[in-house]
């Protein structure tokens, strides 16, 4: 099924964008992926684009005097790709405020943690810091502040006693992978809106959180 064409941007592993990509090979699924951009040009990511034939394109930061700069130039490339939904993939680049506003409810995020606690870096470390007993991960529409915005899907998923950054991470990433494409599926059917700056889903009862390996 053509649909909602996607952009999706990376600065490494592309773990994330593998899943999108997965989802997408499903012709039941309402997206499809029509530019993969890096700033970081050994992105392994890039690899993983190339391999599902999707076009791909470095924008180096390194390039661009400012965030402003590199923005405008992140934007025509998206605009150019005809991209209607930017989905932003472990791309570790603060976004200009003109690109924020001009994707604005076009553009998500995912972040491993259950927003709002443990936004920015290091999401593993301070939960286990924290020691709360439930961490997870969430997608959410893109505000200027870091890891902001309405909050669109969120997976649970426990933390072990014993666990370190790394094997929480394993785990939460198995979330992440089915949180975004599902985040990117209720958008694509047209079932999620914002009002007063929260995200509503329409038609649904809550598939939009979803619980994992419950202890
Ligand atoms: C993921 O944990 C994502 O939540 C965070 O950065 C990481 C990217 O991993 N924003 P990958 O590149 O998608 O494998």
Known sequence: MAGLTLAVLISGRGSNLQSLI???TDPAFPALIALVISNE???KGLERAAAAGIANQVINHRDYPTKEAMGDALSR???DSGAELVCLAGFMRILSHDFVEQWRDRLVNIHP???PAFPGLHAHEQALSAGVRVTGCTVHFVREGVDSGPII???AVPV???DTADSLADRVLKAEHQIYPLAVRLIAEGRVSVVDETALIADS???EIVLLNPV
Request: proline share 10%; with cysteine; hydrophobic share 45%.
């Open 41 to 43: 040009p050994d992105a």
């Open 77 to 79: 490339a998206i605009s």
């Open 205 to 207: 009862a809550s598939p």
């Open 160 to 162: 072990h006693s014993g």
């Open 153 to 155: 899907a969120q997976a």
């Open 22 to 24: 997965d989802a997408c």
């Open 113 to 115: 943690s259950l927003l």
